[in-house]
T-cell receptor, first 109, second 112 residues
Framework: GQQVMQIPQYQHVQEGEDFTTYCNSS?????IQWYKQRPGGHPVFLIQ?????EVKKQKRLTFQFGEAKKNSSLHITATQTTDVGTYFC?????????FGTGTSLTVIP | NAGVTQTPKFRILKIGQSMTLQCTQD?????MYWYRQDPGMGLKLIYYSVGAGITDKGEVPNGYNVSRSTTEDFPLRLELAAPSQTSVYFC???????????FGAGTRLSVL
């Protein structure tokens, strides 16, 4: 069946360091989305990538979608304590979303 | 929560009991989803609906049932609760013309 793997599972960084999480699907996706979930909260939509090779930026966040539409990454430049949370990718295919296992980011002040 | 309301927020069930998790949205969204999230894991799709009267199974439907009699409501039913159903349940809906999911605050369920 469809699988979406995400690495690393956990990441601890000093404030100001960069952070990257990677997402890999077993099959080609129609699009991929990224969500952020704060501890005890619900997932909040960050961005959607649709086109092969697409790159989008939101301030310090850079999102990429692979050429084969099977992998994606989220990079945060100069992390801040407000970036703390778990970041999930979600691949969309066949009316269904398949979430990665998430990367939990801890930022040490 | 962009208008997606889930009730209850917390619930403890005994093995074999049944309950209904409620999800309602007032944004006239056609697509609605139910997920479960186990500790330290991603979200797994239980059931989804593309409109009133239409439902379909996701990755992990066993032990659950849904109905969609109106556009607003998408309740999730547990008939015979089992400890394996201890989880956080999230409902989400999608506006027409987009794929952006808006999530409710979740229901934390423990089955003991």
């Amino acid at each position: 069946g469809q699988q979406v793997m995400q690495i690393p599972q956990y990441q601890h960084v000093q404030e100001g360091e960069d952070f990257t999480t990677y997402c890999n699907s077993s099959t080609t996706l129609s699009n991929i989305q990224w969500y952020k979930q704060r501890p005890g909260g619900h997932p909040v939509f960050l961005i959607q990538l649709v086109k092969s090779g697409e790159v989008k930026k939101q301030k310090r966040l850079t999102f990429q979608f692979g050429e084969a539409k099977k992998n994606s990454s989220l990079h945060i430049t100069a992390t801040q304590t407000t970036d703390v949370g778990t970041y999930f990718c979600a691949g969309y295919t066949g009316n269904q979303f398949y979430f990665g296992t998430g990367t939990s980011l801890t930022v040490i002040p | 929560n962009a208008g997606v309301t889930q009730t209850p927020k917390f619930r403890i069930l005994k093995i074999g009991q049944s309950m209904t998790l409620q999800c309602t949205q007032d944004m006239n969204h056609n697509y609605m989803y139910w997920y479960r999230q186990d500790p330290g894991m991603g979200l797994k799709l239980i059931y989804y609906s593309v409109g009133a009267g239409i439902t379909d199974k996701g990755e992990v439907p066993n032990g659950y049932n849904v109905s969609r009699s109106t556009t607003e409501d998408f309740p999730l039913r547990l008939e015979l609760a089992a400890p394996s159903q201890t989880s956080v349940y999230f409902c989400a809906s999608i506006p027409s013309g987009t794929d952006i999911q808006y999530f409710g605050a979740g229901t934390r369920l423990s089955v003991l």
